[in-house]
Structure formats: structure tokens, C-alpha cells
């Protein structure tokens, strides 16, 4: 069964440092989704793609966060630099154009800034 | 604006039926979405619903919808303790765009 990868799946970084999280949607999903969630709380949209354009980046903090998706396919998102704060969970998902009711989700990379 | 609530906490015997309850406030959304997360994991999509239903029912998981209250429930028939998760109520707000709006996540503990 197709699923969405992540890595790494754990990073541990100290407050100021870079940090970069991968994401592979499922192969022909055109939609691609950058969630944050903070420990007892639901995810938050950071970012959204339609191929390689960035549909929704409302709520991602531009000054320390950028995402990337140059060929439509796999996505990068990056803090520099890392707070305290950004402890989260970081999740990816991907849909089918057009199919946002199905939105499949990966493992998602635990960030711990110390 | 948009926003998603739930009760915290759960706990139920093992063989007893589950009620999750979650209250949202976009009238205008057209999917509603409930998610199961087990400890440091991803999210599993269980099931969603579409707003002009009342019911939706896959095996021992049944969905109720009251627009009217923008209330929504989940019920897991005969829950066993491989359903010990949190449990992620989800609207999909008026844009439609395939943003999600969760809820904090109901945690499920099923007892032997």
C-alpha cells in the first residue's frame, strides 16, 4: 500500500540551529500538506502545494520557517533558526487533486529544540 | 471564526461501546472527519462524513451528524483495546481548499 514518507522520523536540535524535514507524498498526489502539532494539541496547517505552487501559507512564520516543493513531488520544510517553541510534531500529508477529503498522513518527524 | 472542540479524556471497558463527542463551529464546511493517532504516530483516517448526511456507518464505526447543534459524534461498537488511541474530530471550514481544522484530540483508554 502506497504511503507517505518522512524523515528523519526523531531530530534533536539546539535553539538557533538549522533544520530541514523531507517529505515524499504518495506517488500521484498532487496536493501536499505541512502540519505542525504541538504536544495535546490538533495539527495546524503550516503550508499548503498544488504541485509546486504554495496554495495556503497563511500560518507558516515566514521569518525563521520556508517549504519547498521544486518539481512537484517531494517537499522540504526548514526552520532557521530553531526555537524552544518549535517542539512539535511535524506531519506531511498528500491528496489526489481535487480530493481534499482524503488527505493521508505520514509517520511525521518529532522535533525537540533544546 | 473556525474552530473545533472535544472532551479530552475517555475511558471504557473493553467490549462496551464508545461515544466521542465533538462540537464545531463553520456551519459552511462540507466534509467532517474523524482521525485516530496512536502514541508518536501519524494520522489514520478512519472516516468522514458529508455535510448534508445524518449518518454514516463503516463496521463497528458509526457516524452522527447535527448540523443544526454542529455537533458530531463517533461511536465505536464493542471497542477492544487496540482502539486505545486519540481520537481527531476534523472540519474541513468554509474554503475548502483541503485545509483541515482539528480539534485537541480525545484519548481513548480502553480498560480489560
Known amino acids: 500500500e502506497a504511503e507517505v514518507a518522512q524523515s528523519p522520523r526523531y531530530k534533536i536540535t539546539e535553539k538557533s540551529q538549522a533544520v530541514a524535514f523531507w517529505c515524499d507524498p504518495i506517488s500521484g498526489h498532487a496536493t501536499l500538506y505541512w502540519y505542525r502539532q504541538i504536544l495535546g494539541q490538533g495539527p495546524e496547517l503550516l503550508v499548503q502545494f498544488q504541485d509546486e505552487s504554495v496554495v495556503d501559507d497563511s500560518q507558516l512564520p515566514k521569518d525563521r520557517f520556508s517549504a519547498e516543493r521544486l518539481k512537484g513531488v517531494d517537499s522540504t520544510l526548514k526552520i532557521q533558526p530553531a526555537e524552544l517553541g518549535d517542539s512539535a510534531m511535524y506531519l506531511c500529508a498528500s491528496s489526489l487533486a481535487g480530493r481534499p477529503d482524503e488527505q493521508f498522513f505520514g509517520p511525521g518527524t518529532r522535533l525537540t529544540v533544546l | 471564526g473556525e474552530d473545533v472542540e472535544q472532551s479530552l479524556f475517555l475511558s471504557v471497558r473493553e467490549g462496551d461501546s464508545s461515544v466521542i463527542n465533538c462540537t464545531y463551529t463553520d456551519s459552511s464546511s462540507t466534509y467532517l472527519y474523524w482521525y485516530k493517532q496512536e502514541p508518536g504516530a501519524g494520522l489514520q483516517l478512519l472516516t468522514y462524513i458529508f455535510s448534508n448526511m445524518d449518518m454514516k456507518q463503516d463496521q463497528r464505526l458509526t457516524v452522527l451528524l447535527n448540523k443544526k447543534d454542529k455537533h458530531l459524534s463517533l461511536r465505536i461498537a464493542d471497542t477492544q483495546t487496540g482502539d486505545s488511541a486519540i481520537y481527531l474530530c476534523?472540519?474541513?471550514?468554509?474554503?475548502?481548499?483541503?485545509?483541515?481544522?482539528f480539534g485537541q484530540g480525545t484519548t481513548l483508554q480502553v480498560k480489560p
Open positions: 476534523a472540519e474541513s471550514g468554509s474554503s475548502n481548499t483541503g485545509k483541515l481544522i
